[in-house]
C-alpha cells in the first residue's frame, strides 16, 4: 500500500530526515521503524501505476471484533454531519390519503373505535383536570395533542402484548378495554381501585389487559420491557413487549442500557417514544444534539423509523409492521412518534412559564391529530356532526355519572397496608407492625380517624 509520511508523524515517532511523499511504503513491524524505512521507487510512472491499481480494490474489511462491519480508509474523517431521518406519514393536515397504497384499510368499526376513544379520552382528561384544580384529586396529567399516538398504537397491538406505560398512555389503557368507572376509581384511590390505593392517580395497571403498572420514577420501564422481552421470546409466545416514554426519559441511563439489553439478546420489544417537544419545562432543543432520538437506534444495531405522531394511521401501519418484525424477526425494534404536548405536563406544572400561549393555540390550529382523523372520517362518509354532538354530550354524561358514584366509595381498608408484599403466611415483622397500629387506632380514634376506610 502506498503511503504518505508526514513529518509531523515522523517527529511522533522520534524520526529524523525527509522522505518523499509520492511513494512510501510500510515495512514489517519487525523493521527497525525510522532507520530502515522503505524507500521511493525512482520511477513516477510506476508509483502512478501502483495508486491506480490500489484505487481499484475493494475496500478491505477491518478485523476488529468491535465493530465487525468497518472497512479500512485512508482519508482521515470525523463524522458529525448526518442525514435527517424522514417522518412517515399518510395523512395529510386535511386527511387526505397522500399514497393510496398507504392506507392501511381499516374497517369502518375500528376506525370509529379509535376516534371516539380520542374524544372519549379528551372529555375525561376535562373532567379529571378540573377535579384537581378543585382539590378533590391530588394530581392529574392530560393527553391533550397525543391522542393519535395511544389510539394508532393500541389499534395495532393484541391482548397478548405487554404494555409499559410511563404515565401519559391512558389512551392505550382504554382502547385495550379499561373502563370509565376503573380510571374514576383509580383517579380516587378508593376501596374498588385495583391498585388497593397504593399509587398516585393516573398510575394505571391491569393484569388482564397486559399493562404493567406505571411507576414514578423516570424510565424504569425500559430496562423491565427489555427484560420481559427476552421472556417473551423464550417462552416462543406469539406477542412482543410494547415501552412507552418520552423524548425526557431518553436522556436517562435506563434507555441506554434496556436498548442495548434488547438488542443484544434479539429481544421482541418496540420502544415508542413520543417526542412531543418538551421534558417538562425543558425544550427539545436543550434536551439533546443530533436527529432526535431515532437516531439512536442505528448506534445499539436496531431497526428504526420516525413517524408522524399526530397521524393515526400512519402510528398504526408503523406499529402493525415494527411488531411483525419483532416477532418474526426476533429483533427491537425503535419507534419515535412526533407530536406536541398541548397540555401542561402535569397539574403541578404551568407551562406559559417556559413557552407561549401563542405557540399552543397555533399548533391547535394547525395539526390537531383529532380533527386530522376527523377529517379523514367525513370524507369516508363515517361520521357526521350530528353524532358527534351526540356522542360527545353522552360520553360526558357518563363520565360525569362514574366520578360521582367513585367520590362516594371509601378507601381501601387499613389492613391492606399489610397485604401483597409476601407471598404465603405473612411474616412475624409485618403481624407486629399490623397489630402495633392497631392498638394505637384503638387508643387514640380522633388522630387515627378510619371512619372513611373500608373495614
Known amino acids: 500500500m502506498s503511503a504518505v509520511w508526514s513529518t509531523s508523524l515522523r517527529r511522533a515517532l522520534g524520526c529524523s530526515g525527509r522522505t518523499p511523499v509520492s511513494s512510501f511504503r ?10 530502515k524505512y522503505a524507500t521511493a521507487t525512482a520511477s513516477s510512472r510506476a508509483a502512478a501505476a501502483v495508486a491506480h491499481s490500489h484505487s481499484e480494490q475493494t475496500p478491505q474489511k477491518s478485523l476488529f471484533p468491535g465493530a465487525v462491519g468497518s472497512h479500512y480508509t485512508e482519508q482521515l474523517d470525523f463524522q458529525r454531519d448526518y442525514a435527517a431521518i424522514s417522518t412517515y406519514r399518510v395523512l395529510d393536515q386535511d386527511g387526505n390519503v397522500i399514497l393510496k397504497d398507504q392506507d392501511p384499510g381499516l374497517s369502518k368499526e375500528t376506525c370509529l373505535k379509535m376516534y371516539t376513544s380520542m374524544l372519549t379520552l379528551n372529555a375525561m382528561d376535562l373532567i379529571l383536570y378540573e377535579a ?6 391530588s394530581f392529574y396529567m392530560t393527553s391533550y395533542g397525543e391522542e393519535a399516538t395511544h389510539m394508532g398504537s393500541a389499534a395495532a397491538l393484541t391482548l397478548d402484548d405487554v404494555i409499559y406505560g410511563q404515565y401519559r398512555e391512558a389512551g392505550v389503557l382504554m382502547y385495550r378495554g379499561f373502563t370509565i368507572e376503573q380510571f374514576m376509581n383509580q383517579c380516587y384511590s378508593n376501596e374498588q381501585d ?45 406477542a412482543c413487549v410494547v415501552c412507552y416514554f418520552g423524548e425526557g426519559a431518553a436522556s436517562e441511563g435506563d434507555f441506554h442500557a434496556a436498548l442495548n439489553i434488547a438488542a443484544t439478546t434479539e429481544s421482541p420489544v418496540l420502544f415508542f417514544c413520543r417526542n412531543n417537544g418538551y421534558a417538562i419545562s425543558t425544550p427539545s432543543k436543550e434536551q439533546y444534539r443530533g436527529d432526535g432520538i431515532a437516531s439512536r437506534g442505528h448506534g445499539y444495531g436496531m431497526d428504526t423509523v420516525r413517524v408522524d405522531g399526530n397521524d393515526a394511521l400512519a402510528v398504526y401501519n408503523v406499529v402493525k409492521e415494527a411488531r411483525r418484525r419483532a416477532i418474526a424477526e426476533h429483533r427491537p425494534v425503535l419507534i419515535e412518534a412526533m407530536t406536541y404536548r398541548v397540555s401542561h405536563h402535569s397539574t403541578s406544572d404551568d407551562s406559559s412559564a417556559y413557552r407561549s400561549k401563542d405557540e399552543v393555540s397555533d399548533w391547535q390550529k394547525k395539526d390537531s391529530p383529532i380533527i386530522r382523523f376527523r377529517k379523514y372520517l367525513d370524507k369516508k ?50 403481624r407486629e407492625q399490623e397489630e402495633e397500629l392497631k392498638r394505637l387506632i384503638a387508643k387514640f380514634p380522633k388522630e387515627y380517624d378510619t371512619s372513611e376506610y373500608a373495614k
Open 194 to 238: 385495583l391498585g388497593k390505593g397504593r399509587q398516585m392517580p393516573v398510575h394505571y395497571g391491569s393484569k388482564a389487559l397486559n399493562f404493567q403498572t406505571i411507576s414514578s420514577p423516570l424510565g424504569t420501564q425500559l430496562p423491565q420491557a427489555a427484560g420481559s422481552a427476552y421472556a417473551l421470546k423464550r417462552s416462543g409466545k406469539d
Open 381 to 430: 362518509g363515517w361520521w357526521s356532526e350530528k353524532e358527534e354532538q351526540a356522542f360527545k354530550k353522552e360520553i360526558r354524561s357518563k363520565i360525569l355519572k362514574e366520578f360521582a358514584k367513585a367520590e362516594t366509595i371509601k378507601k381501601p381498608s387499613v389492613k391492606e397496608l399489610f397485604t401483597d408484599v409476601y407471598a404465603g403466611e405473612q411474616p412475624l415483622n409485618l
Open 26 to 35: 510500510v515495512r514489517s513491524a519487525k523493521s527497525v521503524l525510522c532507520n
Open 132 to 137: 384537581q384544580r378543585q382539590g378533590r384529586i
